[in-house]
């Protein structure tokens, strides 16, 4: 049985977990439809190989062209309008950048996975079902969705400084080469062409790292809101709950998860 089959049969309460995944970064109605192909291919090596993830999203529009035409021929107006919109918000954010679409599907995938593994735990006794209805709070899914996004912005800066520093690389090369020419040689045409492209390659350095560092610095703005508005709060929560089992009430874990977190 695929996986996308295995989640359709989940209970409600995990359901609901599942429809926090998928939004318009990756719409759910393009999981539903290419569900089985989607599963087929190896997304998590593609998000570190841009020509892996530009073949893929390549691939998964001429898949979703498929489902059009096919659509388009049994008159389905409705189904048709939904499928252009999705197909538009799908290549209007990851046609420059197919790398994220890559790791979005990943981080969709395996998140699947672990509601399904939570699912499928074996609740034996009350201790096991207050741990369960704990790791299943709204606070815990918000904590990890969120956990899941800076994890996925921090994977896609470290891709953009990797590039920069590649991109730096080429130029010192260039520069170092240039320098070391004849002082006649310089006036040429060919060197001419040379100097305006190291001039827009450097533009172009130095945009990148601006764009790095705005990237760097919202990333730590939002893991110090994870930790200060939502983490502290669970934190506190804790304490008490272990406070109250000290004076007779009842015990409840969930260090471990705070520690993970």
């Known amino acids: 049985m695929s996986q996308w089959n295995q989640v359709q049969q989940l209970e409600p309460c995990f359901l609901e977990q599942i429809d926090q995944i998928y939004d318009d970064i990756f719409p759910m109605e393009i999981r539903h439809l290419l569900a089985q192909w989607i599963e087929s291919q190896d997304w998590e090596s593609a998000y570190s190989n841009e020509s892996t993830a530009v073949m893929l999203l390549h ?17 389905n107006l409705l189904l048709i309008h939904n499928l252009k919109k999705v197909r538009k918000i799908l290549q209007a954010k990851y046609q420059s950048n197919p790398l994220h679409i890559a790791l979005v599907i990943s981080n969709c995938l395996r998140e699947e996975r672990r509601i399904l593994a939570s699912a499928s735990m074996p609740v034996q006794g009350p201790l096991e079902k207050s741990l369960q209805n704990y790791l299943g709070s709204e606070r815990q ?6 956990g899941s996004e800076i994890k996925n912005s921090t994977q896609l800066t ?32 060919v060197m001419k062409q040379e100097m305006l492209m190291l001039q827009e390659m450097l533009n172009t350095i130095d945009y990148k790292r601006k764009e790095v560092l705005s990237k760097m610095a919202q990333i730590l703005r939002e893991v110090d809101a994870l930790v200060n508005n939502v983490l502290l709060e669970e934190l506190l929560d804790w304490k008490r709950r272990q406070q109250i089992a000290c004076i007779g009430g009842p015990l409840h874990s969930g260090l471990d998860q705070l520690q993970n977190w």
């Open 59 to 75: 691939n998964l529009f001429i898949k979703l062209d498929e489902h059009l035409e096919r659509v388009s021929q049994e008159k």
């Open 141 to 146: 899914r918000k904590i990890e969705l969120k």
């Open 158 to 189: 470290e891709q953009d400084v990797k590039y920069l520093e590649d991109l730096q690389e080429e130029f010192d090369f260039r520069f170092k080469t240039v320098c070391n020419i004849e002082q006649n040689d310089k006036n040429s045409p």
